[in-house]
Structure formats: structure tokens, C-alpha cells
DNA sequence: GTCTATACTAGGATAGAC
DNA sequence: GTCTATCCTAGTATAGAC
């Protein structure tokens, strides 16, 4: 019992300082409180990340990822039906804000929190809107949707008011309201194949 | 009465904090830097506002009253068509996200950095947030809409997501965007009067 | 008296050393 | 794990200029 392997010693870490980020914000949380959080020693954490600084990079990486994988998950059995791919993709992201306990978009929270373009933080959620708005763009696109880039900006407008309202106005609402927006953006420009953005 | 030399010496306090707290967040924002910024002493400060928490609370509610004065000077020529108030209502909010250097509502970056639903910041921000969508709520009430609670919680997810994705998508694109979406919105719930919502 | 400027306390931050 | 170095934080109190 003393002697413990650990060999996904930096998941926990990353665990624990995952959950304190997000619940509490980043600037709010200390390495000591990470450290008292998981049990590791001190030495530990800085092996396996090197800075407070990477430690936050690793948080958003893995939440990029994550993300990766639900929308994948989503879109995937959907193939060859893009305007139903874009409604999965919404009707995921508000699958999370129904949550107990959510406290809005873990990359736009690092936006407000984090000022400085230049640092890893802002760097990784813009580039994870920046994402998901080419998402959109993409299955527009490939939905013969007309002006697809109004049509994702809108998606994408839907998506973050979704995710930095529902703290104050209750998530499961945010997050009806938010598919219902979609579907009707969807169906408001047309195209060949919006049937499927019908209520 | 004593009287008071510089009587704007608070509200300069207030200029320097405002801008400090807005561009780069509260929590990176120390009272050294604002004491520096406004070439007030520090006795003057605590003076004035009694501590942190107070000058942020006082931040926020000069926001509030600055934004309900906007709203006021916005909808008040329109008196008597709900459904150009509610346009004027985003529109007016649009307009703030076409700023330069606009870094989201500083409400729910406020939100995102406090945690504590406990702290004056979290509250007034909450406040904001829930005066807005009672606003959209009774307008939508006055043009006598059907469901008013269902368009005023859309209406406060575009605004919202207007304002958290503006960062990134670019301000004027968020703007345009979103107001098309409100006027979208109000057409679809249809209602009496809805024909100002045209583009 | 009213202001600025600075010294100071007490605590918490990151980070590194052992 | 503990201990230390260095820095920054909020807030108070004192010193000195006008």
C-alpha cells in the first residue's frame, strides 16, 4: 500500500485540477489547493507539468478532446445528413448544460479570465470557437446551405448564448431554447435539405 | 458638510478601475496598478471605496446604470410598439460589441471569474443578466406575443452569445448576426404586431 | 486639512531545493 | 512531503508636501 505505482498519477492531477479550474476558475485556484486536492507531493506535480501555465494548457487540451470525441460520436451515425449533423452537434453541446453544477463554456470562462492573447489559455478557446464555427461552416457547406458563413456564426451565437446564459437562467431552458433557435436558423435560410430542422 | 476638494476624485478612482477591471479582469487587476494608474494615493482610495470588493461592486453598478440609461434612451422614442423596442433593446447592445477592444459583457466575464454566488460581483451580475430577460419578458408581454417567458429567454441567449463570441468571431459580424436573429425570433412567434420585425 | 508616497503587516502565490 | 526563496496581494499606518 505504500508504495503505489501510480501510473496515471498525472491523470489524477489532472483530475483534480481540472475540476478546481472549472468549478471555482482558474485564477481562483492555487497549485497548493491541486496538490492537497489529489495527495501528491509537490515534486510530482511539477514533473509532470511544469508551470501552473501547462497545467491549465493540459485542462483545456483534454477538454478539446473530449469534445472531439462527442461531436464525433454525435455526428457520426448521421453521415451523408449534414443539417442533421449541425443539430447534433448543437443538441451535445446543450446535453452539457443541462448539468448539475454547470457553470458555462470551460473555454470562454479561460476568455474572460485570461487576457492576454498571447498566452496558451486564450490561445486554446479561441482556437476551440474558432473550431467549431469552421464545424458549422463545413456541414453548411456541405448542406448546399446558401452564405454558409452567416449560417454558422449564427450557430455559433446560439451555441455560446446557450452556454453563458444558462448559469442564470437555468440550464435544461438554455438549453431547449437554444435547439429550438438552431433548427429554426436552419429552416430560415432554406436550402435543399432543411426538412430535417423541422420541430 | 465637509466639503470635498476634488470632487471628482472618486469618479476618476472609478475611470481608472473601470477600465483596468474591463480590460484585463478583476482578479489580474491589483489596487497598487489602479492607484498608480489614477495618481491617487492609497489612503485616498480605501477612502473612498472601502475595499476591492466595494470598488467592483460600484464598477458594476455604474455599468448597470449607464446600460439602463442606454436602454431608456433606446426604446423611449418608440413608446407604444413593444416589438421595435425589443430590436431597439439588441440593437443597442450591438452596438456596444462593435467597440474596439470590446472583451465580452463584463457582467458575465464578471460571472465567469467569481465563482461565488455569494459575492456582490456574482449577484449583480446574476442581476443584470435576469433584468435583461424580464425586460425582453414584458415587452414581449406589451406586443402581446404568444408565450412571452420562451421569447425572452431566446432573446437573451442572442444577446448573450452576441457578446461572448464577439471576441472571436469579430464584433461586427456578432452584431449583424445577432440582430437578424432577434428579428428572425419575434417573425417566428408571429403576434399581432410583428411586422416591424422585418429586415 | 487634504492630498501623495512609502513602509509595513500578514498571508498566499508560483516555483524550486532537499 | 517539507522547507525555503521570491514575489505579489489586500489593507493599514505613518511620513511629508502643499
Chains 1, 2 share one sequence.
Not at 469552421?134 to 451555441?159: G, H, K, M
Not at 455560446?160 to 431554447?177: E, L
Amino acid at each position: 500500500m505504500s508504495r503505489r505505482p501510480t501510473p496515471d498519477a498525472s491523470e489524477r492531477i489532472l483530475d483534480a485540477a481540472s475540476r478546481l479550474f472549472y468549478d471555482r476558475g482558474i485564477n481562483s485556484v492555487g497549485m497548493q489547493e491541486i496538490i492537497e486536492t489529489c495527495g501528491c507531493g509537490k515534486n510530482m506535480l511539477y514533473r509532470e507539468f511544469g508551470s501552473k501555465d501547462e497545467l491549465v494548457a493540459a485542462y483545456l487540451d483534454r477538454l478539446e478532446t473530449e469534445w472531439q470525441a462527442t461531436i464525433t460520436r454525435a455526428t457520426g451515425p448521421l453521415a451523408g445528413d449534414p443539417v442533421a449533423q449541425i443539430l447534433a452537434v448543437v443538441a451535445a453541446a446543450a446535453d452539457d448544460v443541462r448539468a448539475d453544477g454547470y457553470r458555462g463554456c470551460a473555454f470562454l470562462n479561460t476568455l474572460a479570465e485570461t487576457a492576454d492573447p498571447n498566452s496558451a489559455g486564450h490561445r486554446q478557446a479561441t482556437k476551440h470557437v474558432k473550431s467549431l464555427q469552421a464545424l458549422f461552416r463545413r456541414l453548411a457547406r456541405a448542406a448546399q446551405l446558401p452564405d454558409p458563413a452567416t449560417v454558422s456564426d449564427e450557430l455559433v451565437i446560439i451555441v455560446t448564448g446557450m452556454q453563458s446564459s444558462a448559469p442564470v437562467i437555468g440550464g435544461p431552458r438554455a438549453a431547449n431554447r437554444a435547439r429550438q433557435l438552431a433548427a429554426r436558423s436552419l429552416r430560415a435560410v432554406g436550402g435543399p435539405a432543411t426538412s430535417a430542422a423541422a420541430d
